[in-house]
């Protein structure tokens, strides 16, 4: 352990990485500033970049525009009641009540040092978590990677929102697309229409590139709203406010932190889910409800904690398991892969020291929220006021060169536009697109797991429940299942009394 944490430190110290940190960072606090545009798409807007970097370099970069973007989501909602991610929508009316009494300085501040703070305990989680999950996992077999990987997608619909349909349905999409390619076992070619660019399945790449970059820009193009301006900020002491701030809500703060890292690590939460579930938890406990709405500090602490801290946790089962917690981590493991890096148990063995850097990587991401949160305060204005006629063809131009850089030739192109159109349309229809982003990652993952069990057990479905493991986790699942038929069908009869 000792000598991969000295070769991450080498890894980290070269001029390319700390560069990737600093420009990654500057770029994820743009993307996130801007009204509308989410840490997902300041990422899949840096897969190109990354084909050019290192394996450290790359996941730094990655890693730091994440987390950039995710406190730079604050800047907007705080300042013009415009959430820059789904996250800052959850402490947006307090946020900008506090504006609004001259505090822009303190509640900018403020975001920039609890969610600091919240990524730096949700690192410290996921070091002393992944190893030991890493040393257990090494004796799982393909049984026990089919029920978590069921698992995985299990609770990615549940939490994707409260219709239960619509999130099997966009699941569903999910692994029909997973389908596409050489069947696992025989070979034989699937939904592949003759393409040969088709035979190794959809690209993950400029999959998620359009189901998530093209319907922001397309919503941008079409946006006809006047420039935004920036309320004036009255300057202060915000420094002091917000050590009092620390002292007054230390517990909410670490209760954030804790449970924005336990809800991240699960597939498909995100921090978008942390922030709501922390605020929501910190709202029916606190000892002054009277002050909430009304430009309360409580709500940002508790709120801007579990958001950072939710992006550390995606990476518990995406470094251990290969499952993404959140689409960042769905990103990121496609750009492992095309480092030549596989994550799961054996990446601890294999790549200790890529491993290690990448946890390092994670406490200076994070620290570079002080800075940027400085910087914020002064130059928020500016950013806000950048025209969409500038942002979104520079984002079409970034969106079409990643597309085509996966193979250098047009089928990544196709793939961006096909599954761009496919989520404007899952938009339009109200389907969540985080399930059927995991099904995509997942689903061959799930069958080749599935296949290599009934192979090994000819069949019988006896042999799912035999190992120990595989039997916990077997009967989790279908526990989980099982609930979830049950609530949506209490559901439905209470409905049908309440209307007949």
Not at 107 to 123: E, K, L, N
Not at 133 to 143: G, H, P
Not at 280 to 295: C, F, L, M, S, Y
Request: proline share 6%.
């Amino acid at each position: 352990m000792l000598g991969d944490l000295i070769g991450a430190m080498a890894l980290i110290a070269t001029p390319d990485t700390i560069l990737s940190i600093v420009v990654a960072s500057f770029f994820g606090f743009v993307v996130g500033a801007l009204p509308g545009l989410t840490a997902t798409m300041a990422v899949a807007l840096l897969i190109p970049i990354t084909f050019l970097l290192s394996p450290v370099a790359a996941i730094a970069s990655i890693v730091s525009a994440a987390a950039m973007s995710i406190f730079a989501g604050d800047i907007p909602g705080a300042l013009l009641r415009i959430p820059g991610t789904p996250a800052s929508a959850a402490y947006m009316t307090d946020a900008n009540a506090l504006v609004r009494k001259g505090e822009a300085s303190f509640v900018i501040g403020a975001s920039a040092v609890f969610g600091m703070i919240g990524g730096v305990i949700g690192t410290v989680i996921l070091i002393a978590a992944a190893p030991l999950l890493a040393d257990f996992a090494l004796s799982f077999s393909s049984f026990e990677f089919f029920w978590l990987g069921c698992l995985g997608l299990s609770c990615a619909v549940l939490v994707a929102g409260d219709d239960l349909l619509k999130g099997m349905g966009a699941l569903m999409i999910g692994l029909l697309i997973a389908c596409v390619g050489m069947d696992y076992t025989t070979g034989y070619p699937r939904f592949t229409f003759g393409s040969w660019a088709l035979l190794e399945g959809i690209s993950f790449i400029p999959a998620l590139i359009g189901m998530f970059a093209l319907p922001e820009i397309l919503r941008l193009l079409s946006d006809r709203s006047p420039r935004l301006r920036l309320p004036e900020a009255e300057p202060g002491s915000a420094l002091k406010k917000i050590g009092r701030a620390g002292r007054r809500y230390w517990w909410p703060g670490l209760r954030g932190s804790v449970m924005g890292t336990a809800i991240g690590s699960l597939p498909g939460a995100g921090a978008d889910i942390a922030a709501w579930i922390s605020v929501a938890v910190t709202r029916r406990v606190t000892r002054e409800p009277e002050k909430w709405g009304k430009g309360h500090i409580e709500p940002i602490v508790a709120g801007g904690s579990a958001n950072n801290a939710a992006l550390a946790g995606a990476w518990i089962p995406a470094l251990v398991f290969a499952i993404p917690g959140d689409t960042i981590t769905a990103i990121a493991i496609g750009v492992l892969y095309l480092k030549g890096v596989n994550p799961g148990p054996m990446v601890f063995v294999e790549n200790g020291q890529i491993v290690y850097a990448v946890f390092l990587v994670f406490f200076l991401a994070n620290l570079m929220l002080l800075p940027f949160g400085w910087i914020a305060i002064r130059m928020a204005g500016l950013v806000l006021r950048v025209p969409t006629a500038v942002i979104a063809p520079t984002l079409l131009v970034l969106a079409c060169l990643g597309a085509f850089a996966i193979n250098n030739d047009m089928s990544g192109l196709l793939v961006m536009l096909g599954l761009g159109g496919l989520a404007v349309g899952m938009n339009a229809a109200g389907l969540p697109l985080a399930p059927a982003v995991l099904g995509i990652v997942m689903g061959r993952i799930v069958e080749q797991n599935l296949m290599q069990s009934l192979i090994s057990t000819q069949g019988a479905l006896a042999g799912f429940f035999e190992r120990p493991a595989s039997a916990v986790l077997g009967v989790l699942t279908i526990g989980l299942w099982s609930m979830a038929i049950l609530r949506q069908l209490v559901r439905a009869l209470r409905g049908a009394r309440r209307t007949g």
